[in-house]
């Protein structure tokens, strides 16, 4: 994310026929979806693949430099997708807050933000890659399989209150 924090609004207001709350004081900050997507274990991810199809997978997410960051094999079907069509969308809840975060997918390659991100999943999950030569390796697979990286830039998100009726729409552009 570039630029400083999104700009948060109301998911809807008085002229929508909608029993959700129009009240400006449920509008959630940033840093609460934040604190949701970095602390998730587990979150889901949506491509398109190449005929139009959904395509959603679970995944376990870390957050490096303002994004989240995921890793995934490069022959993976998601791969694949985001190779053709850069737009995902990642979803994740938590006792307070579900979420929707609507983003464009780049690959990370610079050796020094491999290295960020493999020690970010070393400390969220103990799960150790090895860089070397400007590419990722599991270790403790059978091979010593491949692995990329891919951070997401959000471009808007949506949260729902635990309670129901409440929206936020963040904007990041």
């Known amino acids: ?66 994004a989240p960051v995921f890793a995934t094999r490069p022959t993976s079907r998601k791969a694949k997708n985001l190779a053709r069509n850069h737009h995902c969308v990642i979803t994740v809840s938590d006792d307070t807050l579900d979420l929707v975060v609507e983003g464009e997918v780049t690959q990370v390659r610079a050796e020094s933000e491999l290295r960020r991100v493999a020690a970010t999943f070393m400390a969220k999950y103990g799960w150790e890659f090895t860089v070397r030569n400007g590419n990722v390796y599991d270790g403790s697979l059978p091979g010593s399989p491949e692995y990329g990286f891919y951070r997401v830039t959000p471009t808007r998100a949506f949260g729902y209150g635990s309670d129901g009726l409440t929206a936020t729409r963040w904007r990041f552009r």
Not at 16 to 37: F, G, N, Q, Y
Not at 39 to 62: E, F, N, Q
């Open 1 to 66: 994310m570039t630029g400083g924090s999104p700009t948060a609004e109301l998911l809807f207001d008085e002229r929508d026929a909608t029993p959700m709350s129009t009240d400006e004081a449920t509008v959630k900050p940033w840093h609460e979806a934040r604190a949701c997507l970095e602390s998730a274990p587990k979150a889901w991810l949506s491509t398109v693949r190449p005929d139009g199809r959904a395509h959603a997978m679970p995944l376990m997410p870390v957050w490096v430099d303002d």
